[in-house]
């Protein structure tokens, strides 16, 4: 189960061969055993990446069931013998800056050496994706508004969004701006499926305005450099803003907030890893 499941993440024998610190043609062998028991080939193999057949996508949702409930008894066991080994996987926003992840994963690592760790860097979406999926046990994510559906998440910290401009632009001395006051401007943001693009987004619904979204990029530092070049009107954290000179941040009125969470899947046992280094983070004070 655990060779199909990461074949299948990784479109490659290879590369799930050294994922797994094993001999591709011992995962080749299992899998070519598991497609006769079943009866039926769970990868094509004609092409340049490996990819499921019909029945593999059909097989891999109990695959990844069937390791869980591995879990679930690992961890059943190490909740007994107080014990903290296996994986733990944990995903992170894209150009996360934030020194609280860093510094909470150098003090689990410290404290349950035993513990293999995996670190992936994607957009918030794909990163609760990726927790839905049982991809990840952990995420910290950007979260605009709703908590994603099936995830259970705590804010760890959370801050207004501003629009920053160049010292020389219109709006430099308005003192604060409505979304209405940007439609005649190009926005600067982070793209669609990010914490802050979700959160200016369904504010924009609900004033009923239309934010013309001309340049994107995954990190607000980036963003406000654009800004800062009078290429538009940065939407960003206000944190961002005080690391920027050359930029005027004028607060969005109404306020317009986005948080960091950590999130993990609900209606999931959280494994004692998990757990743990949930602690750690909840536990740390937030350096902006």
């Keep these: 189960m655990e060779y199909l499941v990461a074949v299948a993440e990784e479109r490659s024998f290879t590369r799930a061969a050294h994922r797994l610190h094993v001999a591709q043609p011992g995962i080749s062998a299992q899998i070519r055993q598991l497609e006769r028991e079943l009866g039926q080939p769970l990868f094509d193999r004609s092409g340049r990446a490996v990819r499921l057949t019909a029945t593999g996508t059909a ?27 296996g994986r733990l996987a944990v995903g992170m926003v894209t150009a996360c800056s934030m020194p609280l992840l860093f510094d909470a994963l150098a003090e689990f690592h410290e404290q349950h050496p035993g513990v293999e760790m995996a670190l992936r860097e994607d957009a918030s979406d794909r990163l609760a994706s990726a927790l839905r999926d049982g991809e990840l046990d952990l995420a910290l994510i950007g979260v605009g508004g709703a908590v994603p559906a099936g995830m259970q998440a705590r804010v760890l910290v959370e801050e207004p969004l501003v629009a920053a401009v160049p010292p020389a632009h219109a709006l430099a001395h308005a003192g604060s701006v409505s979304l209405g006051d940007l439609e005649g401007h190009p926005v600067i943001t982070l793209p669609r499926g990010t914490g802050i693009r979700g959160a200016l987004d369904d504010a924009a619904s609900i004033a009923g305005s239309t934010v013309r979204v001309a340049l994107e990029a995954s990190d607000p530092r980036v963003v406000a450099r654009l800004a800062a070049r009078g290429l538009g009107v940065a939407i960003v954290p206000a ?19 986005a948080a960091l969470a950590i999130a993990s899947p609900s209606g999931r046992v959280a494994t004692p890893a998990a757990r743990a280094l949930t602690a750690v983070l909840v536990g740390r004070p937030v350096d902006r």
């Design 59 to 85: 097989v891999l949702p109990h695959a990844r069931a069937a390791l869980a409930a591995r879990e679930s008894m690992r961890s059943t066991v190490e909740q007994l013998t107080g014990l903290l080994t």
């Design 239 to 257: 944190s961002t803003v005080r690391d920027q000179d050359g930029l005027v941040a004028l607060p969005v009125s109404p306020a317009v907030h």
